[in-house]
Every structure is written in structure tokens, then in C-alpha cells.
């Protein structure tokens, strides 16, 4: 079973840049697309971004497209979310997932491996 571990988070300036990593560790992270949410008090959790494990499509949230980037690097069986531009509103704990699909999905209840989260606090 696939192991998840994020890192990357803390706290940044309103405008600053922060790089997520999500690192897999049983399976390589090649076996699996991976997506992002973000989960801020109070409310539901929110797909960010995915990657597919075959071809490396990519999903973004209307939210954070233009300022977000996800890639994947197999070999280190690790997948990383490149967040500039950052806004007070980006400010949560940012999970990554996960799953097999045909396409990767921006459905949190289509994963069923997550990490423990990171936070990140965008804040002046």
C-alpha cells in the first residue's frame, strides 16, 4: 500500500511562492495519479489539482489556474505543486491523494490514500 508524505508548507506573504511535495513511498508514485486538495476551516475539502500516471494530464481548479503548477518526477516517486501568486484565500491544509483512474480525478472521494497535510498560511 502507497505511502504519502507532504511537505513544503508554511507560512508566506500574500503574492510569495511555495513549492508542495508529496513523496510516495511502497508502490512508486508512477502506478498512481495524484491529486491535491486543500481543506480551510470550516469548510469542504477542494480539489486543487491532479496529474495522470500515464500520460501526465493535468487538472487545475479555476481557483489557482495561472498560478499553480503540478508535475510528477517518477524517479524520485515524488509529485510536487509549484503555488505563486499566493493569496490569503490559498490559506489551508494541502493534502495529497492518491488512486488509478482512467483520467485523474478532482473528486476527493474517488481517492483512498491520502497524506497527513501540510499547512499553508498566506498571510501579510
Known amino acids: 500500500q502507497v505511502q504519502l508524505v507532504e511537505s513544503g508548507g508554511g507560512p508566506v506573504q500574500p503574492g510569495g511562492s511555495l513549492r508542495l511535495s508529496c513523496a510516495a513511498s511502497g508502490p512508486t508514485v508512477a502506478y498512481y495519479d495524484i491529486g491535491w486538495f486543500r481543506q480551510a476551516p470550516g469548510q469542504e475539502r477542494e480539489g486543487v489539482s491532479c496529474?495522470?500516471?500515464?500520460?501526465?494530464?493535468?487538472y487545475y481548479a479555476s481557483s489557482v489556474k495561472g498560478r499553480f503548477t503540478i508535475s510528477r518526477d517518477n524517479a524520485k516517486s515524488a509529485v510536487y505543486l509549484q503555488m505563486n501568486s499566493l493569496k490569503p484565500e490559498d490559506t489551508a491544509v494541502y493534502y495529497c491523494?492518491?488512486?488509478?483512474?482512467?483520467?485523474?480525478?478532482?473528486?476527493?472521494?474517488?481517492?483512498?490514500?491520502w497524506g497527513q497535510g501540510t499547512q499553508v498560511t498566506v498571510s501579510s
Open positions: 491523494a492518491a488512486g488509478q483512474f482512467t483520467k485523474c480525478s478532482s473528486s476527493s472521494s474517488a481517492y483512498n490514500h
Open positions: 496529474i495522470g500516471r500515464t500520460d501526465s494530464s493535468t
